[in-house]
């Protein structure tokens, strides 16, 4: 949904702003998903996600970890094409925890 892309989108950059306006470090965490699930996005709108949240690192002031982009992430690590089981929210667990100590101070 286009529309709600573009409210979402609002709202997360006021929602930066002010954690920047208040010295507050935020990470955003960009969630693996299966291929099943991205078919069910429209066309072009998850790589617009990408393009848009992606390229705001600069203006806003915050850090993304990119998890959707590693590899490491199968199939057989999600309850379903969207939810990770247990064995894909350890793998997350473990990714996150070694990234933070690798991100800007």
Known sequence: ???RFESEKASF???LANCH???I?????????????????????????NQEICTLP???GFEIID????????????????????????KVQDILVSSVNSLNQ
């Open 58 to 60: 600069p203006e806003y």
């Open 67 to 90: 998890l959707n982009s590693n590899p490491s992430f199968t199939n057989s690590d999600f309850y379903d094409s969207a939810h990770l089981n247990a064995g894909g929210g350890k």
């Open 21 to 23: 306006d208040k010295g």
């Open 13 to 15: 950059k006021k929602m």
């Open 25 to 49: 470090k935020v990470i955003v965490v960009n969630m693996p998903v299966t291929a099943q699930n991205k078919a069910l996005i429209p066309d072009n709108l998850y790589d617009r996600y």
């Open 1 to 3: 949904n286009f529309k």
